[in-house]
């Protein structure tokens, strides 16, 4: 199986301030169909996950912009350009590339 | 609006038998892969499963640690995907949820609470 890595597991965040999010996959996410698909999804407290970042940097519908996702092969990361309140969450990566697809352990995002 | 409704969890004993429901609206089910997967209590997030669109076969797959016991099914004329648990144990107490899409599962319902235990 292909393990997923985050870091860091635990980040406090400073409002208004930048926070990057570290995703590192055992092998290589890209599809013999050419796509890669990492995945990055947001669980705030008592709620169900919600996509934010698919094919590792396409923005779902109506997630601000201060989130951005990059990165290729093996080396993903997450960005929050300025950090907000609402952000207080579990951040977990997932691959979805080769069955069975896995997760991160989750990076929690707390404010400071 | 995408809506995704998760019923028939509860408490069950181990080796008992379970079958939850996935109710959806608000997209055309039958295009749609739909997956299942599970969080344990404080635990992060697994797959359990997930099965193609009937024009790919309706194939489904199952991670490891549920192959055998349980089954995905759907009924595109309901809108419904299903998830049968059969010898439940322990260790399969979590939130279920459903999810629609395969590689990236766009949305989710709220979760069903299965509690195996005796």
């Known amino acids: 199986d292909i393990v997923m890595t985050q870091s860091p597991l635990s980040l406090p965040v400073t409002l208004g301030q930048p926070a990057s999010i570290s995703c590192r996959s055992s092998q290589s996410l890209v599809h013999s169909d050419g796509n890669t698909y990492l995945t990055w999804f947001q669980q705030r407290p008592g709620q169900s996950p919600r996509r934010l970042i698919y094919k590792v940097s396409q923005r779902d519908s109506g997630v601000p912009d201060r989130f951005s996702g990059s990165g290729s092969g093996t080396d993903f990361t997450l960005k929050i350009s300025r950090a907000e309140a609402e952000d207080v969450a579990i951040y977990y990566c997932m691959q979805g590339t080769h069955w069975p697809f896995t997760f991160g352990p989750g990076t929690k995002v707390d404010i400071e | 609006e995408v809506q995704l409704v998760e019923s028939g969890g509860g408490l069950i004993q181990p080796g008992r038998s379970l079958r939850l429901s996935c109710t959806t609206s608000?997209?055309?089910?039958?295009?749609?892969?739909m997956s299942w997967l599970r969080q344990a209590p404080g635990k992060g997030l697994e797959w359990v499963g997930f099965i193609t669109t009937k024009a790919i076969g309706e194939t489904p797959l199952y991670a490891a640690s549920v192959q055998g016991r349980f089954t995905i099914s759907r009924d595109d004329s309901k809108s419904i995907a299903y998830l049968q648990m059969n010898s439940l144990k322990t260790e399969d107490t979590a939130l279920y949820y459903c999810?629609?899409?395969?590689?990236?599962?766009?949305?989710w319902g709220q979760g069903a609470l299965v509690t195996v235990s005796s």
């Open positions: 608000g997209f055309t089910f039958g295009d749609y892969t």
């Open positions: 999810a629609n899409m395969g590689r990236h599962p766009a949305h």
